[in-house]
């Protein structure tokens, strides 16, 4: 089955960093994803990770542990346009189908 | 711009109605996805078509009809829609073998 758990809401100051934490129980997991959505927007794919450790790309890093079944994504030097909902998906093996978290709404203030 | 385009960007239909939502995929994929997204919920997949072929209907209403008549090209035939169906749906392409998903802009739908 599926469970992917991430928290509603966060709220950080610009310059800042924050991280979002992901948790799932996937069966035959093979992957995690990270998307950025702005609202009214479409989904936009920030990172992906498949093996444990940590995946960094500029400002945004993405880290993995399989045994523990957790992510997380680490948002750096925080900017107003950061502000956005982030969700976490997980891939199941041979599988086409992404299990969506309900979303990290994040929030950027001055 | 992602590539995946989706139309109408906005929809108001009343419970008799049908209407089609169209998306258009230009990166060469050969799988394309609806998903269904409320507020505050996860996104909810509800159709995966692999070369033209449906291969996961997650036990979706039959008001809701998906059609693909190419690799380029996905339709969901809305008809005798429910106010509870009033969502973001979303339209998504990837490449065989369940790559990194493209997400188009999506369909804000009210059913009255």
């Known amino acids: 089955g599926q469970n992917i758990d991430q928290p509603t809401e966060m709220t950080a100051t610009e310059g800042a960093i924050v991280q979002i934490n992901c948790t799932y129980q996937t069966s035959g997991f093979n992957g995690l994803f990270w998307y950025q959505q702005h609202a009214g927007e479409a989904p936009t794919f920030l990172s992906y990770?498949?093996?444990?450790g940590l995946e960094e790309k500029g400002r945004f890093s993405s880290f993995l542990s399989r045994s523990k079944g957790y992510s997380y994504l680490l948002l750096k030097e925080l900017q107003m346009k950061d502000s956005a909902s982030y969700l976490c998906a997980a891939r199941r093996s041979n599988d086409y189908k992404l299990s969506f978290g309900a979303g990290t709404t994040v929030t950027v203030r001055a | 711009e992602t590539g995946v385009t989706q139309t109408p960007r906005h929809l108001v239909m009343g419970m008799t109605n049908k209407k089609s939502l169209k998306c258009e995929q230009h990166?060469?994929?050969?799988?394309m996805y609806w998903y269904k997204q409320s507020a505050k919920k996860p996104l909810e997949l509800m159709f995966v078509y692999s070369l033209e072929e449906r291969v996961e209907n997650n036990s979706v209403p039959s008001r809701f009809s998906p059609e693909c008549p190419n690799s380029s090209h996905l339709f969901l035939h809305l008809h005798t829609l429910q106010p509870e169906d009033s969502a973001l749906y979303l339209c998504?392409?990837?490449?065989?073998?369940?790559?990194?998903?493209?997400f188009g802009p999506g369909t804000r739908l009210t059913v009255l």
């Open positions: 998504a392409s990837s490449s065989q073998g369940g790559g990194e998903q493209f």
């Open positions: 990770n498949v093996l444990d």
């Open positions: 990166l060469g994929h050969n799988a």
